[in-house]
Nanobody, 125 residues
Framework: QVQLVESGGGLVQAGGSLRLSCTASGRTFSYYYMAWFRQAPGKEREFVGA????????FYGDSVRGRFTISRDNAKNTLYLQMNSLKPEDTAVYYC??????????????????WGQGTQVTVPS
């Protein structure tokens, strides 16, 4: 069992930056594939980015590639999402997820076994 807690959300002006954190407890964090998803009101959950256990493989959704960076610190059991050049369309609840390192399609939400409660990011237009 893995418990995930996101933090760092808030309100930021367009063009600004924000860094989200996801702290894990329970089973060894370094065993897991980690990811960020987001969900805006009335929309389906969207893949943001994913990182394998040692950070050697990263994947990003088309809408955030080049602006967002996912990273992890296994010694601190923490996953990060650095978000730059934020846009109003980035407004959503951001969720951290963990899955086994044998994940085949990191962008699929059903590949992940554990989820955090989410943190709100708001970028006013």
């Amino acid at each position: 069992q893995v418990q995930l807690v996101e933090s760092g959300g808030g309100l930021v002006q367009a063009g600004g930056s924000l860094r989200l954190s996801c702290t894990a407890s329970g089973r060894t964090f370094s065993y897991y594939y980690m990811a960020w998803f987001r969900q805006a009101p009335g929309k389906e959950r969207e893949f943001v980015g994913a990182l394998n256990w040692n950070g050697g493989k990263s994947f990003y959704g088309d809408s955030v590639r080049g602006r967002f960076t996912i990273s992890r610190d296994n010694a601190k059991n923490t996953l990060y999402l650095q978000m730059n050049s934020l846009k109003p369309e980035d407004t959503a609840v951001y969720y951290c997820a963990a899955g086994r390192d044998t994940i085949r399609t990191p962008s699929r939400s059903d590949e992940y076994d554990y989820w955090g409660q989410g943190t709100q990011v708001t970028v006013p237009s």
